[in-house]
């Protein structure tokens, strides 16, 4: 058995001689050896293409899993921040609502004091007034043997 190059087809040893004359041939066992020497060395390229492949899968497998690990702990770390965050403002929050209930308390007691310095002049100007009023409605000699002058001048002076 013969094999053509020229062809690509393997005759017999008369149509080596006759047909394929002009061409190149070898044995049959000469070309298949050629052909598993080239196969060979593709199915070394796909072995060595396949075991690139494999390494770069598992590297991809490999940040894969660090990026989830990462991840992970970066929503962990906002979700700690947040909590700290939320944690300081109802802090902040309970710190206000008690400054404002310290000062509404503050504000009111001095209000009290004044409403009842105020109602205590009111009543202190109403018997004052009261008197007056008493005196004015006398006769003239009653009115001027009450010795109010000091009285009625000191008190409209206090109150202005």
Do not use: P, W, Y
């Amino acid at each position: 058995k013969m094999f053509c190059n020229a062809c690509k087809e393997s005759c017999c040893t008369l149509c080596a001689v006759t047909i394929h004359k002009q061409h190149s041939t070898t044995t049959l066992a000469e070309a298949c050896e050629e052909v598993r020497s080239k196969l060979t060395a593709q199915d070394r390229l796909c072995t060595s293409a396949q075991t690139d492949i494999d390494n770069r899968l598992n590297h991809v497998s490999t940040q894969k899993s660090m990026l989830e690990g990462s991840a992970t702990n970066a929503k962990r770390i906002v979700n700690e921040a947040i909590d700290k965050c939320i944690k300081a403002m109802r802090q902040r929050e309970k710190s206000l609502l008690s400054a404002i209930d310290r000062d509404k308390r503050l504000s009111q007691e001095i209000l009290n004091r004044q409403r009842e310095r105020l109602i205590s002049k009111k009543t202190s100007l109403d018997k004052k007034k009261h008197r007056l009023l008493e005196t004015l409605q006398g006769t003239d000699a009653e009115l001027m043997d009450q010795n109010l002058d000091e009285e009625i001048f000191s008190s409209n002076s206090s109150n202005t």
